[in-house]
């Protein structure tokens, strides 16, 4: 996965598509101001991020399948129990995705994988970024390259 990323469906959406139901308790996190008072309007999740903000997103896990539950961006050893901890953690071992390649023998997610702990992290898109070369300049300039579905935009 990328580390930058969209996610432009409402939660009713995914709920809809994942035949899975956000916990009611998780859900108010999500919703705007003005649609706390309105059950029957959906949810916007924040439109585009990056994983180096440590975002919650909404996550299928094999911890509970049957919910969409938020879950905080980065891979954690079951050490980790609080937000400074974490912080301290991923600034020195940034884990943010595992490559499937490394998986099995990282140490970082080889237990985790060896007990079947997955997940599925819904997203429309993702940006990988071009360096394109630049005549006259050393360094090529960064042009994003937003990849999702060609069906939408």
């Not at 049957?66 to 974490?86: M, S």
């Not at 992290?121 to 999702?148: A, L, M």
Request: glycine residues 4%.
């Amino acid at each position: 996965m990328c580390y930058s990323t969209t996610l432009d469906r409402e939660i009713r959406e995914l709920e809809r598509l994942y035949n899975r139901r956000m916990l009611e308790d998780t859900r108010a996190a999500y919703l705007h101001p003005d649609e706390l008072e309105d059950g029957d309007r959906s949810i916007l999740f924040k439109e585009k991020t990056s994983a180096f903000a440590r975002p919650f997103w909404p996550v299928i896990s094999t911890a509970d399948p049957t919910v969409i539950a938020p879950y905080r961006w980065g891979f954690f050893p079951p050490h980790i129990k609080d937000e400074e901890e974490a912080k301290a953690y991923i600034k020195n071992y940034p884990s943010f995705n595992a490559i499937s390649e490394d998986v099995e023998t990282k140490r970082t997610f080889k237990d985790a994988w060896a007990k079947g702990q997955r997940c599925l992290v819904p997203v429309t898109s993702f940006t990988e970024w071009q360096h394109v070369p630049v005549e006259g300049r050393k360094t090529p300039d960064k042009v994003p390259y937003r990849i999702g579905l060609k069906d939408q935009e």
